[in-house]
C-alpha cells in the first residue's frame, strides 16, 4: 500500500528544498558541545513498539464506535503496523497479545514482519479473561488464585506464550495480573501475594537465559479495593526476589493521581531494574490517552530521568511500548501522534545540559535547575524529529501523509467497514 517512492513524492511536495532548516538548533548544540549529527541519530534510532491490540477501536465498558477497516488478522495487525513504521521508520516492532495474537505459521508470520522491517518485542500473556480451552475461570484472580488448579492453569498459558514468543524471536514476557480483591476481606493481603511469587517463580524458571519477565502493576482496576501488584514498590520487591532477568514495566496510566512517576523511573534504573514502559497519557486513571496529549512536560522529565539513567546506571536495555486503547480517533492516528511524542521527549531530554544541572544542584541552584531543564522542554526538537525520519526514508509529517495517501479508506475497503480488532 505504501512504498519508499511513494513517501518520496509526498516529501518533495511538501519541502521542494529537501533541506529542514535546524540552524536555530545548530548554533545551540554547538554551544553545549553536542553533536547535532549524534543527536539525530539517536533520536532515529529509538524505535517504538506498536500494540497489537491497539490497532482497533478499543472502546470502553459503555460501547465501542468502530470505524471500519480494522486489522482482524494477525497478519493484517502486521501489515498495518507496517505501515505506521513505513511512514514514521519509528515503528519497527509489534508487541503481540495471547491468545488474540496466536500465528497459524510461525514461518509466515516472521516471514511478513522481517518483510516490513518489523521485530517482536515483549509477548503478554492474559489471565484477565478466561479463555476458550479453560477449565476454570479467572473470576477470582489468576496467579494469585485460592485453587492451585486455577493457578496451575495460568501459569501454564504463561508458559505458553513464552513458548510462542520463542518462535517469533521474541525476548521478554509482561506479566499484568487483574488479580485483586473488590471488597475487604475478600482475600489474605499475605497469602494472595505469596502464591503470586511462587506462581511466577515457575514461569520464571521458564525462561530462557536471554530473556526477560516484565512484570507490571497498576493500583486499581478492574478489582477497585486492592490489587496483588498495586504499585512498583510490589513489582520491584517481586522481580528481586525472582532474579536478574525479572523487572518492572512501568504502564504510565497505571499511577495514582500526582504520582511523581519520573522518580520511580529514576529509583528503578538506579536499582537496574527497569524493564520497560507502556506508554500513554492520563487524566484521571487508565485512560489509555494518546503519550503526551495531557501531561507532555511529565513525558519530558520521564525522559529525562532516562536519558541520565542511561548514561549512569547499568540498567538494561529497555522495551520502548505502547500501551493505549483509542475510542474517538482512527488508531492509526492516534499512533503515530503518539510515536512523534515520545521522540521529542526524548529529543528534548538528549538537550538538557546535565553537566550544569549537577552544578546547580551541588549549589542548591533551585532556580538555576529549573530553568536548565525548562529551557530544554521550551526548545522546538520537531525539526530533529523529522530529519532523523526524513534521512530514514519515511515521511515528513507522517500523520499527513497517512491522511493524503487515504490509507483508512484504502483499509475499509480492503476489509469492510465492520471489521473489528480482537483485544481490549
Ligand atoms: C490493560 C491493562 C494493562 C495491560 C494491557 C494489555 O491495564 O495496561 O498492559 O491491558 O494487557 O490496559
Ligand atoms: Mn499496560
Ligand atoms: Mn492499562
Not at 543527536?39 to 472502546?59: E, N
Not at 497498576?218 to 522481580?239: C, Q, R
Request: glycine share 8%; proline share 3%; charged share 25%.
Amino acid at each position: 500500500m505504501l512504498d519508499q517512492n511513494k513517501i518520496k513524492t509526498f516529501n518533495k511536495e511538501q519541502l521542494p528544498s529537501h533541506k529542514i532548516n535546524f540552524d536555530h538548533l545548530e548554533e545551540r548544540l554547538t554551544q553545549k558541545g553536542l553533536d547535532l549529527e549524534a543527536v539525530v541519530d539517536q533520536i532515529g534510532a529509538l524505535q517504538i513498539a506498536v500494540p497489537s491490540w491497539a490497532l482497533g477501536t478499543g472502546g470502553t465498558r459503555f460501547g465501542r464506535f468502530s470505524l471500519g477497516g480494522e486489522p482482524s488478522t494477525l497478519e493484517e495487525k502486521i501489515k498495518d503496523v507496517g505501515i505506521l513504521h513505513a511512514l514514521n521508520q519509528s515503528s519497527g516492532a509489534i508487541s503481540l497479545h495471547i491468545p488474540w495474537d496466536i500465528p497459524k505459521d510461525y514461518n509466515a508470520i516472521k516471514d511478513l514482519a522481517n518483510g516490513l522491517d518489523i521485530v517482536f518485542d515483549a509477548v503478554n500473556s492474559n489471565t484477565f479473561q478466561d479463555q476458550a480451552e479453560s477449565l476454570h475461570s479467572y473470576k477470582f484472580g489468576s496467579l494469585s488464585h485460592i485453587d492451585k488448579a486455577v493457578r496451575k492453569e495460568a501459569i501454564l498459558h504463561n508458559k505458553e506464550v513464552i513458548n510462542h514468543g520463542i518462535e517469533l524471536g521474541s525476548k521478554a514476557l509482561t506479566v499484568w495480573l487483574a488479580d485483586g480483591t473488590s471488597f475487604s476481606g475478600q482475600h489474605d493481603f499475605r497469602g494472595a501475594f505469596q502464591r503470586t511469587l511462587e506462581s511466577l517463580e515457575e514461569i520464571y524458571d521458564h525462561l530462557p537465559s536471554d530473556w526477560k519477565l516484565l512484570i507490571e502493576y497498576k493500583p486499581y482496576e478492574p478489582n477497585f479495593y486492592s490489587m496483588v501488584i498495586p504499585d512498583w514498590g510490589t513489582s520491584h520487591l517481586l522481580a528481586s526476589k525472582l532474579g536478574d532477568q525479572a523487572s518492572t514495566l512501568v504502564d504510565l496510566g497505571h499511577h495514582l493521581p500526582n504520582t511523581n512517576i519520573e522518580q520511580i523511573v529514576a529509583l528503578l534504573m538506579h536499582l537496574n531494574k527497569l524493564g520497560g514502559f507502556h506508554f500513554n497519557d492520563s487524566k484521571y486513571g487508565d485512560d489509555d490517552l494518546t503519550v503526551g496529549s495531557i501531561k507532555p512536560y511529565q513525558l519530558f522529565l520521564i525522559f529525562c530521568e532516562l536519558v541520565k539513567g542511561m548514561r549512569e546506571t547499568a540498567n538494561p536495555e529497555l522495551s520502548w511500548m505502547i500501551d493505549a486503547s483509542h475510542n474517538l480517533k482512527d488508531p492509526m492516528e492516534d499512533l503515530l501522534q503518539s510515536v512523534e511524542s515520545i521522540k521529542i521527549a526524548f529529543a528534548k531530554a538528549l538537550l538538557v545540559d546535565y553537566d550544569r544541572l549537577k552544578v546547580a544542584q551541588s549549589k542548591n541552584d533551585v532556580a538555576g535547575g529549573q530553568s536548565i531543564l525548562q529551557e530544554a522542554f521550551r526548545t522546538d526538537v520537531r525539526p530533529l524529529v523529522k530529519e532523523s525520519i526524513y534521512r530514514k526514508g519515511g515521511a515528513l509529517d507522517a500523520l499527513e501523509a497517512y491522511r493524503y495517501f487515504d490509507i483508512r479508506n484504502k483499509l475499509i475497503s480492503e476489509r469492510g467497514r465492520d471489521s473489528k480488532s480482537t483485544g481490549l
